[in-house]
């Protein structure tokens, strides 16, 4: 029977992605029946939710995690698999706004966050169809200016040697496009199959003793004499804390939230598979691409050949009816030579973006902790920043729960109704300024 999350999408299985269709069966964790009580109870089983789940379960403590649908349901397990080394804003910015040794610090953590990657992918005997390197292309020459000088802060600042710049001929001999004009290329950078990784995450939570809910939204929480009592359809969980990882998902579940986040509707389709030396031949050396752009265009090849392409954004809930004829034109511009090709699978999520495109770690309430908002970076951010949580909320130190903590995590302006339209329509703007 089909079941309507928040988004009307069905929560009963994963939406039609290439990433579905090339995994494993989905992670069994049954659904919660009955009252339990656990130390810790998580609610969201994407990157951030698993990461904290498997934090905890390693220390040996109880943990309960609950998700709505399948495990890995929500961006987690549909997004690009595109591997960012840093955060959604650069170094400089992080100097100009909090200072030489913040930044430091901040980009300490960004490479610790890409290591832990490494080890997640160590859990899938696969690795996760991991392939490393990521283009990073202008889409405007104007933009070159910028990006080379971004490649020798963080060479001669943060002695980042992964990092190179592509003049215009670089770029051109790597993809098959005349769409950029130059840019970077960062071999630390790269991508992989993400619900593989949202299922080894879980599989090795459970490993560990963390007891995994699908199908088990959580559908109030509130305070009680222990702790939370969390309340699911067919059960209650009373746990002394709980972790909202619910991602772009959450609808008012902790209101202190709300202000903070905004759901993004990204897609992406996939084609039949090509040509080997076709495909070979769009991305050359097969690293990942990602573009300047406001809504970036991002894509690369899968290993049977395909070229998966993300592309096309919207606000809200509501999804484009045929998502593969909205996402063909945006592939084309970039691939004029692939306008017609025939696409396998088109599917899109959302994810939750914060004014100033940083995740925030918050305690609302005494025993409640929020994390989200990792915008475009969550593949290496949230499963990292997810077990830092999971740490400190065990009572262990953790610099990066801390440092997280104590960023600046601005509201979107407006009311609960003005908010999302304000917002939308001024990205909306943005988004169309790129196009021109
Ligand atoms: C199409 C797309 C492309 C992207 N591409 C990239 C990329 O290439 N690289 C990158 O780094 N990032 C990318 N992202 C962003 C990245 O996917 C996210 O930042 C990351 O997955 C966030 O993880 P999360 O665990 O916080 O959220 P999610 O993975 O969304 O997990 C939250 C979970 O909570 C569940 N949930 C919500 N409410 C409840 C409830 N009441 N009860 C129980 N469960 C609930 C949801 O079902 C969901 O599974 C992309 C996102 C999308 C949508």
């Not at 992989?192 to 490993?207: E, I």
């Not at 593969?324 to 592939?331: G, I, S, Y």
Request: charged share 15%; net charge neutral.
């Amino acid at each position: 029977m089909r079941q309507a999350g928040p988004s009307g999408e069905d929560i009963g299985r994963f939406p039609g992605s290439y990433y579905a269709d090339t995994c494993d069966a989905p992670v069994a964790a049954a659904q919660l029946h009955g009252d339990v009580i656990t130390d810790f109870c998580v609610i969201g089983g994407g990157f951030t939710g698993l990461g904290a789940a498997l934090a905890l379960a390693r220390m040996g403590r109880s943990v309960r995690l609950v998700e709505m649908g399948p495990i890995g349901w929500g961006a987690s397990g549909r997004n690009g698999g595109q591997i960012h080394v840093g955060w959604e804003q650069s170094q400089t910015w992080f100097e100009k706004k909090l200072g030489h040794d913040t930044a430091q610090a901040l980009w300490r953590m960004a490479l610790a966050a890409r290591a832990h990657l490494d080890t997640l992918f160590d859990l899938a005997p696969d690795r996760c169809d991991f392939r490393p390197g990521l283009v990073f292309a202008d889409h405007r020459p104007g933009h070159m200016a910028a990006t080379h000088a971004h490649v020798r802060n963080m060479r001669e600042v943060y002695g980042y040697g992964s990092l190179t710049p592509l003049s215009r001929d670089a770029l051109r001999g790597m993809l098959d496009t005349a769409a950029y004009h130059g840019g970077s290329f960062d071999a630390l950078g790269g991508h992989c199959h993400p619900l593989k990784l949202a299922l080894a995450m879980a599989r090795a939570a459970q490993a560990a003793g963390a007891m995994l809910h699908a199908h088990t939204p959580c559908t109030h929480l509130e305070p009680d004499r222990a702790g939370w009592r969390v309340t699911t359809p067919h059960g209650v969980i009373h746990a002394g804390q709980v972790l909202d990882a619910s991602g772009a998902y959450a609808r008012a579940m902790v209101p202190q939230t709300d202000a903070h986040v905004l759901p993004v509707n990204s897609y992406i389709a996939t084609t039949e598979p090509l040509d080997p030396a076709l495909a070979a031949s769009l991305i050359e050396g097969g690293a990942a691409v990602s573009d300047a752009r406001f809504v970036p265009y991002y894509f690369r090849l899968t290993p049977d050949h395909r070229l998966l392409f993300g592309g096309g954004e919207s606000y809200g809930y509501r999804m484009p009816r045929d998502i593969a004829a909205f996402v063909r034109p945006h592939l084309a511009r970039v691939f004029p030579q692939l306008a017609h090709v025939p696409i396998s699978h088109a599917w899109g999520g959302s994810l939750a973006i914060t004014p100033n495109r940083l995740p925030f770690v918050m305690q609302p309430q005494p025993g409640l902790h929020a994390v989200n908002g990792f915008s475009g970076v969550g593949v290496v951010m949230a499963p990292w920043l997810g077990q830092a949580v999971g740490r400190a909320m065990a009572g262990e130190a953790n610099a990066a729960h801390d440092l997280v903590r104590r960023m600046p995590h601005p509201r979107f302006p407006g009311g609960p109704w003005l908010r999302w339209p304000t917002q939308a329509l001024a990205m909306s703007f943005m988004a169309l300024r790129d196009r021109l």
